[in-house]
């Protein structure tokens, strides 16, 4: 070890005060890159998450009202020998029938459109991961007759959970039926777009629109990088089965929300951090100089003795980057733990965070390259600030060095 590396090494120590200010910034603004890193990819991900678990599947395909009302080739007998054919997809994970409406909830003098959705329960294991009830439910419960209503509806019925509400839809022949439903549950608002939903059993909302098909069909692919092949095979089959031309499309094609509202989150929260590394960046060369300056006559005698202005340099530079390397391994750590206890359920925020993140719940994505970029970047702009700021050394006068005052 040369006699350099261990000075840098004992002024790490040595100048305790001013390498806890430099390390402090550092660990901040590392650790702050990484976990808004991670939190811009897990917007993304909870909201395409929510999308793909609530409405769309990886895939879907819609059945035409002639086909509902009957008066195509498409069957309940027709639409089983296709989900075999579906299910067989190695790619495929689950297919779940669904019927989506539009309908008026009202009670007493006061009324709300909804978002009418028929579910499979027993099927809906994905949904079931994206509702947060405000009173727990039990599986065996959601079985049962009876709404569940967000937070949203809720509030603008002015209602409770157990209270009956009436709900008139249009049946797939156009006439208007109607019928009451006590309320089983309430959930928290999870997105602008999803809280008008209210969930039924598929088949109490089957009579209630008076049809034996469903209007929607999703898929669940094992992996959602596979949507495309399972696009691709689910199109083949329902071609094969049926000469109707049925909709079917992807998740990706309704996703561009999230895409946006992510980019949006990460650009924003980007010039938050790059902010806070300029400033980081700018207090380690104030720092440094300083340093520098305190140390001229050190540095004028190591000079006049004959060492090599690089090799001093090179002790402040490495006393800089030592700082950095643990200060960026505590930025990491901290906010590392922070980001992973987060990414195991999430944190609900309230209604308010849908105007940030688009979703009320916060869940960052721990992605190891985020650690890795963050990282380097910890070391990178420290290393370039140290080699800024001990810049006059190259041309320092030994001599003005000894005698300055």
């Not at 579910?119 to 419960?141: C, G, H, Q, T």
């Not at 809280?195 to 209630?208: I, P, Q, Y």
């Not at 089965?241 to 650009?267: C, G, R, V």
Request: hydrophobic letters at 45%.
């Amino acid at each position: 070890m040369s006699i350099f590396t261990k000075v840098a090494l004992l002024n790490v120590t040595r100048h305790s005060a001013r390498n806890i200010i430099i390390g402090s910034s550092i660990a901040l603004a590392v650790g702050l890159l990484f976990f808004i890193l991670s939190v811009s990819a897990g917007v993304e991900k909870q909201l395409v998450a929510n999308l793909v678990q609530i409405e769309t599947g990886a895939v879907s395909f819609s059945l035409s009202d002639e086909s509902l009302e009957g008066e195509t080739k498409i069957d309940r007998a027709g639409l089983d020998k296709a989900y075999t054919l579906i299910k067989e997809v190695h790619e495929i994970s689950n297919l779940r029938e669904r019927i989506h409406s539009r309908a008026l909830i009202n009670n007493d003098s006061k009324s709300a459109d909804i978002n009418l959705r028929g579910i499979d329960w027993i099927k809906e294991e994905p949904l079931l991961a994206s509702l947060r009830f405000e009173n727990p439910k039990p599986k065996d419960s959601l079985i049962k007759s009876g709404i569940f209503i967000s937070r949203n509806v809720a509030d603008r019925l002015d209602v409770s959970e157990n209270d009956d509400c009436t709900i008139l839809v249009q049946t797939v022949n156009g006439s208007l039926n109607m019928d009451n439903y006590r309320i089983s549950g309430i959930y928290r608002n999870i997105s602008g777009w999803a809280n008008t939903m209210v969930f039924m059993n598929l088949e109490d909302v089957k009579t209630l629109v008076n049809t034996s098909l469903p209007t929607d069909v999703l898929i669940d692919s094992k992996n959602l990088e596979a949507t495309p092949l399972v696009l691709s095979k689910v199109n083949s089959i329902l071609e094969s089965e049926f000469q109707d031309n049925m909709d079917l499309e992807s998740y990706q094609s309704q996703s561009m929300i999230a895409s946006t509202i992510a980019n949006a989150n990460k650009y924003g929260f980007l010039s938050i951090v790059f902010f806070l590394q300029t400033i980081s960046f700018f207090g380690i060369v104030f720092v440094v100089k300083n340093n520098v300056t305190e140390r001229n006559k050190e540095i004028g005698t190591l000079l006049a003795m004959g060492y090599k202005p690089l090799s001093i340099r090179f002790t402040f530079v490495l006393e800089t980057l030592v700082v950095a390397i643990i200060s960026s391994l505590i930025g990491l750590v901290v906010f590392g733990a922070l980001t992973a206890w987060l990414a195991v359920d999430g944190i609900y925020l309230g209604d308010s965070a849908m105007l940030i993140f688009g979703s009320s719940v916060l869940k960052p994505f721990f992605h190891l390259p985020y650690l890795m970029i963050a990282f380097a970047i910890g070391l990178i702009y420290p290393f370039l600030s140290a080699i800024w700021s001990t810049r006059k050394v190259r041309k320092a006068d030994p001599i003005a060095l000894l005698y300055d005052r």
